[in-house]
């Protein structure tokens, strides 16, 4: 079992930059991993995801160009570097890690997923 814990989050000014951190108490080798986010009153949504290895990344369009994940999984870390952050980006943040059994596609639904952190709070203010 994998427990995830995230970091990082607060509040920021639009434009502004946050980087969020997953730490995780086991090992995330053989894990994709995934950010997703989820405002009030808006189902849960897919951010950002990274294969097991770090070789390929996917990002939501809302966030290409502005998001970066990458991980270190020799210190079983996961970050989420955001830039020129906007308002709409406010969320509650969530770090979910998806075991590799058949395939290693990134996979963007978050039923799929199958640890999850407890979720951090960013807020953007305009």
């Known amino acids: 079992q994998v427990q995830l814990i995230e970091s990082g989050g607060g509040l920021v000014q639009a434009g502004g930059s946050l980087k969020l951190s997953c730490a995780a108490s086991g090992r995330i080798s053989g894990y994709n991993m995934g950010w997703f986010r989820q405002a009030p009153g808006k189902e849960r949504e897919f951010v950002a995801g990274i294969r097991w290895s770090g070789g390929s990344t996917r990002y939501a369009d809302s966030v290409k160009g502005r998001f970066t994940i990458s991980r270190d999984n020799a210190k079983n870390t996961v970050w989420l570097q955001m830039n020129s952050l906007k308002p709409e980006d406010t969320a509650v943040y969530y770090c979910?890690?998806?075991?590799?059994?058949?395939?290693?596609?990134?996979?963007?639904?978050?039923?799929?997923?199958?640890?999850w952190g407890q979720g951090i709070q960013v807020t953007v203010s305009s």
């Open positions: 979910a890690a998806d075991r590799v059994i058949l395939s290693s596609d990134i996979k963007t639904t978050s039923r799929t997923y199958d640890y």
